[in-house]
């Protein structure tokens, strides 16, 4: 991995809610494995940064990826559901599933989600997932 080292990095990148290494970015940026995309991802999530969240984890679906796929797809589904976008969050919990570690899960979601939409429920909001026991 090489680092451009005539380019100033600053120590962290501010997000709503709380700092992000500038290492860890740039390192993602350079990196073939999609493995620290997907970490990086889950700090955008983390900081309520959902768009960056779905953009990073699409780039890491592109890169070199086998031992992250199913966090990937858990990450976007839970990016796609923050942001109210139901189908979005229900495909890529769909493609969770095949994923031993994240079966279980991904289907409880596809289930609520499902359940959701069949009785009719208000639209989904951010703060839906908090109130369905996300995670």
């Not at 229900?90 to 409880?108: H, L, N, P, T």
Request: hydrophobic fraction near 40%; glycine fraction near 6%.
């Amino acid at each position: 991995m090489q680092v451009d080292t005539k380019k100033p990095i600053a120590p962290f990148e501010m997000t709503k809610m709380f700092p992000i290494p500038a290492i860890l970015i740039d390192c993602a940026r350079s990196s073939s494995s999609g493995s620290l995309d997907v970490l990086l991802a889950e700090k955008y999530l983390e900081a309520n940064e959902w768009g960056r969240a779905v953009r990073t984890i699409q780039k890491a679906l592109k890169k070199s990826h086998a031992d992250t796929d199913g966090k990937a797809f858990w990450i976007l589904g839970h990016a796609h559901l923050k942001m109210g976008q139901i189908k979005l969050a229900s495909a890529a919990f769909e493609k969770a599933v095949g994923f031993a570690r994240y079966r279980a899960r991904a289907e409880y979601w596809i289930n609520t989600l499902t359940k959701h939409t069949e009785a009719g429920g208000p639209d989904w909001d951010s703060g839906m997932a908090e109130r369905y026991h996300a995670y």
